[in-house]
């Protein structure tokens, strides 16, 4: 039977991990994300899980080993945080450009500066052009199911590409919450043994990783962003097995929260998003139509899924928690790619953003509000006066 528990992002993780039955394990220690390897080393020691456990002297080597082990036809996992998804960076690329299906739990920190251990998502945003899936959590239930379901959605034959699944340092990695493990039948269902295409053989020898010509760069890079427009069809078909099979009702792309007749909205990915929910929920209380988006991948980005979710609205607030020093809007990542997937609708909400959460802060239902207060001002005048706004700063 399945079996309920009172879990962290991290211990759900770990679960999840364990649930995939992951072949070679590689750690590094670095707060907050270390406890996933914690719990992973204790079920392999006492004999929960028949892995291999590697403990590497530093992050680019733990990339480099679950490289190898996914090469030679292993699942593999490993995972970090801040600077340490930074000081690996090396290895993001070549491991999207040889499909290697690697899997990579992050549980976000600022990085340094100021390096104040606090979550953010600048991390995990740092690797979005490097050609890995990407998707975030906002509780440890949905750690646990979005652990499964990046592992279905990389290793398809189809696809074949390594995937990190990011929650909320602290905010999730650390407090506990209700998680349902799966069932030992329904993880099987779902979740196939991994068979790598070229799996390590004396006997039909494989090269990875060559070097190759200058005119054989183009056609690989071609390639990989033709595999990208293949994912969502895998998402979509992967999220609708998983509801099925474990009694889910995950949206592939996007939580909608109260935008059917939504006249302001929030757009928002990560942990921010439960205390949003709850702020939209007074808000409508008060007579204020507010509604919420929340990213569950950003990479593939959910261009049409937005433009449709958000097309009716009058006003858009983006929820920044990751910085983009000099960009477009002089503020974070979301908003660029959120005016885009806008772009070409014929009537356009007005957009601005929000700089919020930024080293590991609170966002309280006062600063929703405040947002709200913003959005509904736009939407009276008919203007965006500003783009970006940083919370308890500006006023």
Not at 3 to 20: D, I, V, W
Not at 52 to 59: I, M, R, Y
Not at 324 to 332: D, K, L, P
Request: hydrophobic fraction near 40%.
């Amino acid at each position: 039977m399945a079996q309920e528990r009172m879990l962290t992002g991290c211990s759900a993780a770990a679960q999840a991990a364990k649930a995939a039955e992951v072949e070679v394990i590689c750690s590094y220690p670095i707060r907050p994300y270390t406890a996933i390897m914690m719990e992973l080393a204790k079920m392999v020691a006492n004999g929960e899980l028949d892995a291999e456990f590697v403990h590497g002297e530093g992050e680019h080597a733990q990339l480099s080993v679950v490289l190898g082990a996914s090469a030679a036809g292993a699942r593999a996992y490993t995972g970090s945080a801040g600077v340490g998804v930074t000081y690996a960076f090396e290895l993001y690329s070549p491991m999207a450009g040889g499909r290697y299906p690697v899997q990579m739990a992050i549980a976000d920190r600022t990085l340094d500066p100021p390096g104040d251990f606090g979550s953010e998502h600048t991390d995990a945003m740092s690797v979005r052009d490097q050609g890995w899936l990407i998707g975030w959590a906002c509780s440890p239930q949905e750690v646990y199911d979005n652990t499964l379901m990046a592992y279905r959605i990389g290793e398809d034959p189809r696809i074949m590409l390594p995937q990190i699944v990011a929650q909320d340092g602290y905010f999730i990695s650390h407090i506990p919450d209700k998680v349902l493990l799966g069932e030992r039948a329904q993880v099987k269902e779902f979740l196939p043994p991994y068979k790598g295409p070229h799996p390590l053989s004396v006997s039909c020898p494989v090269s990875h990783g060559p070097q190759i010509r200058p005119d054989q760069g183009a056609p690989m890079d071609a390639q990989r962003a033709q595999t990208f427009l293949a994912v969502p069809a895998v998402i979509e078909q992967a999220t609708a097995d998983f509801n099925r099979i474990f009694g889910r009702d995950y949206d592939p792309f996007l939580e909608q929260y109260k935008l059917e007749d939504a006249e302001i909205a929030f757009f928002i990915q990560g942990a921010h998003a439960n205390t949003c929910r709850r702020t939209i929920d007074m808000l409508r209380a008060g007579g204020v139509k507010a509604g919420m988006a929340r990213l569950r991948w950003i990479r593939p980005w959910p261009t049409h899924q937005i433009a449709e979710a958000l097309g009716h609205v009058k006003a858009v607030g983006s929820i920044e928690t990751s910085t983009s020093y000099g960009g477009a809007m002089r503020g974070g990542n979301l908003i660029h790619e959120l005016r885009a997937s806008l772009y070409d609708l014929d009537e356009r909400p007005l957009v601005t953003s929000f700089m919020a959460g930024l080293g590991g802060e609170t966002i309280y239902p006062d600063d929703f509000k405040y947002m709200a207060d913003v959005l509904l001002k736009m939407v009276k005048e008919q203007r965006v006066d500003r783009y970006v706004r940083w919370i308890g700063f500006d006023e």
